[in-house]
């Protein structure tokens, strides 16, 4: 849960588009007129880093409890006969449901599987998955009873199963996108004998990139991808271009910025790169982004925003790893069908937002509204139809959608009763010179009829309740937190916040500051993720933080009589000081 600031937003957006025609910015014609570098697109594990299993989990096949299995990163004699780390699966042949490994990564275009195998028992490996039709392909490997051997797979050693639902006479590796599921064959016959395998140095080759090297920019132009591309930069798009990205895979690392232009995306899969949360937005003005039948992938969740009549739409896209953390603004539009695990969006005034076929998503009303009326959340995570009231100018609709979380942000002046609701987080913006307070809230609040009040806000509650609470300043406002239990506060701009004796638990999001805030932390727990950007500070004293810490920019974190469990990881020039 981000930066909520509709003036952090813009700010943003200024950084984007004014930036964005700088001397290393190439045009598509000085960038496709010429033949572009190629990048040999592979993941290596070999299992040596601590980090290496966070991409594997045991599942059932077919679907159903795993049973007794589990995998480990162990250290034993590798093929090479020296000792090395491998991941080591540990199971019982228990009958279906089958306990399996399901490996999460990117399989479309691949060319190319290989790995070490080695198993205690001679037995039949097996690698399966689904096709985007839901055919199901599957290669088998035989192996000798504890015996490393090298096995390499191409797209040719996969054949349709006779079990699959859609039959097809060949894989087509295009048409696959990610994980797949790895498990003993004769677990599937029971029998209770256990097994152990062991995997080393799993490569997995994909057809190579075209490289981008540097900001791709179109002025006013009409484009086609339709190979996979690497953009190793920013994308821009301006004065009325189009670019259509299909059937392919495209990296960008860096912003993707509309500024009255169009970008297609379908039938693809899009990865965005990022090393922490907020590096590259997604930012729409005057024009539209529109994603379908498509995976996209972050490492972290993707924040951006549109406004000035823009239009963002999702339909029939999965979200791997990390969903949006996206802004509707100004008369702008964002339209969200089928998607699954797609994060939060957050409407402003002036703006709406269409939730048809998805799950997995929050939605947050941002509002300096004063409303007559109650606001009345659905009730429970499945909603078959809803719509904000009419009085309200955040206009959301939900049409089929199951896992909805509810969340609501007051910006100074807002005057809501909130009725008959189970709110996910609730955030307090703070604007202008505002100096307030805020004492003794505690997340997993119930209220059966309570006002609550700060100098610029005023909220009803009445047979309702708060998971998390949040806290944002911007401007020069002043706001101190003092005994409280919360989830997330983020200064920006020219703010402060003071935290004394209070907990961060992270269940709203993480602590962060931008711009040139201040948060300073007195005696206090944070448990989460503590992130500076821009020219920000953040103080630490006489606490404890369970937690990584990001900084960026020219941001300092700097700790005073303070613990810290985590990692820290400074990029640009920020800094950590202890």
């Not at 790995?115 to 192996?143: G, Q, R, Y």
């Not at 919360?486 to 916040?497: A, C, F, L, T, W």
């Amino acid at each position: 849960m981000k930066n909520r600031s509709e003036l952090l937003i813009v700010l943003l957006i200024l950084s984007c588009f004014f930036s964005m025609c700088n001397k290393d910015s190439k045009t598509a014609d000085q960038i496709f007129s010429a033949a572009t570098a190629l990048f040999t697109d592979q993941e290596k594990e070999d299992f040596e880093n601590t980090e290496s299993l966070s991409h594997w989990s045991v599942v059932g096949i077919p679907d159903g409890p795993a049973g007794d299995a589990q995998f480990t990163r162990t250290n034993t004699t590798g093929p090479t006969g020296k000792n090395t780390t491998v991941l080591a699966f540990k199971y019982t042949k228990q009958g279906t449901p089958a306990p399996a490994l399901f490996h999460l990564v990117l399989l479309r275009d691949f060319k190319r599987i290989s790995f070490w195998i080695k198993s205690e028992a001679s037995t039949t490996w097996v690698l399966a998955f689904e096709d985007n039709d839901k055919a199901v392909f599957a290669a088998f490997v035989e192996c000798a009873q504890a015996t490393w051997q090298k096995v390499e797979l191409t797209p040719d050693d996969f054949q349709c199963t006779e079990d699959s639902p859609v039959k097809k006479a060949k894989l087509d590796a295009s048409c696959i996108t990610y994980g797949y599921a790895a498990f003993d064959l004769q677990t599937l016959w029971g029998g209770g004998a256990e097994n152990t395998v062991c995997l080393d140095d799993i490569n997995i080759i994909r057809s190579d990139y075209h490289i981008i090297k540097g900001d791709y920019l179109l002025n006013g132009e009409l484009k086609t991808i339709s190979e996979p591309t690497y953009i190793q930069g920013n994308l821009y798009l301006i004065n009325n271009a189009e670019l259509e990205v299909s059937s392919t895979r495209l990296i960008v690392d860096g912003e993707i910025g509309i500024d009255n232009g169009r970008l297609s995306f379908k039938n693809g899969f899009l990865h965005i790169k990022q090393n922490y949360r907020g590096e590259h937005i997604v930012v729409i003005k005057n024009g539209a982004i529109t994603i379908t039948h498509s995976e996209l992938l972050s490492e972290y969740d993707i924040c951006g925003a549109a406004i000035e009549q823009s239009q963002f739409t999702l339909a029939h896209v999965d979200m791997l790893m990390s969903g949006f953390s996206f802004s509707t603004l100004a008369n702008s539009t964002l339209l969200a069908d089928h998607v699954s695990h797609g994060g939060e969006f957050i409407i402003f005034e002036n703006s709406a937002c269409t939730l048809k076929n998805s799950s997995g998503i929050i939605f947050w009303i941002c509002t300096a509204q004063e409303l007559y009326e109650p606001l009345v959340y659905p009730a429970g995570d499945t909603v078959d139809r809803w719509q904000t009231p009419p009085a309200l100018t955040n206009n959301i609709t939900v049409n089929n959608c199951s896992g909805l979380l509810y969340g609501f942000i007051a910006k100074p002046g807002c005057n809501i009763t909130l009725k008959d609701s189970k709110i996910r987080a609730l955030g307090f913006l703070f604007k202008g010179s505002t100096q307030d307070r805020i004492s003794d809230l505690k997340n997993q609040a119930s209220f059966v009829d309570y006002p609550l009040k700060t100098k610029v806000h005023t909220l009803y509650f009445t047979n309702s309740s708060v998971q998390s609470w949040n806290f944002y300043t911007e401007d020069t406002a002043r706001l101190t937190i003092e005994n409280c239990e919360y989830g997330e506060s983020i200064s920006m701009k020219d703010s402060v916040i003071n935290i004394n004796k209070s907990v961060c638990d992270g269940s709203g999001g993480y602590l962060g500051a931008s711009g040139r805030s201040q948060t300073i932390i007195t005696d206090s727990e944070i448990n989460c993720m503590v992130l500076a950007q821009e020219d920000s500070r953040m103080v630490f004293k006489q606490s404890a933080i369970n937690g990584s810490l990001i900084t960026s920019g020219q941001s300092v974190i700097s700790l005073y009589q303070t613990t810290h469990s985590g990692a820290a990881l400074r990029y640009d020039q920020g800094k950590i000081v202890k």
